[in-house]
């Protein structure tokens, strides 16, 4: 193995070892987040109060896409990859996080942090928050489909109609 190829692996093995990237659920079926680097594909997704643009995406199985997230609202958003299931149990989470003062309508605070909240974080390495007037991204590679959807899971928001398609093909 070539230095270049020891030190690509080993930044590639240190960015998996990073909190953000870790899954507390374990290993998504649906895929896996991936360095922006190795992405064929960037989709910008603009957010407002309360809706995705595009609404539906498609993508391909075995496809890297570099998500650029937008929002141009009020409102402190999520852009959340996963399955009815998924969205419904994180839903749980964040009304959780808002209710102990960590989540708030523009941002997080960590002033929720002293009510008992310490083992709370926004963390999954499918999801990214973004607060109003902000840009993130999130890089990820699509394994298969599984009735996938890109919600907002900030308390509210799914139920208002900020959820989005993801066809994957073979």
Request: with cysteine.
């Amino acid at each position: 193995m070539t230095a270049r190829n020891r030190l690509a692996l080993a930044g590639f093995l240190l960015m998996l070892s990073v909190p953000a990237m870790a899954s507390p659920a374990g290993h998504l079926d649906f895929g896996q987040p991936a360095p922006a680097a190795s992405a064929t594909r960037t989709v910008e997704v603009e957010m407002t109060d309360i809706a995705f643009t595009p609404k539906s995406l498609e993508v391909k199985a075995g496809e890297t896409v570099r998500f650029v997230l937008v929002n141009k609202g009020q409102l402190l958003h999520e852009f959340n990859l996963g399955n009815a299931a998924m969205h419904a149990a994180h839903q749980k989470e964040m009304l959780e996080m808002q209710q102990s003062g960590m989540l708030t309508p523009t941002g997080m605070s960590h002033a929720g942090m002293d009510h008992g909240s310490m083992g709370m974080q926004h963390e999954d390495p499918n999801s990214v928050l973004v607060e109003p007037g902000k840009t993130a991204e999130l890089t990820w590679t699509f394994t298969r489909a599984d009735n996938l959807e890109f919600a907002c899971n900030v308390p509210g928001h799914y139920q208002a109609g900020m959820v989005g398609k993801v066809k994957v093909s073979p």
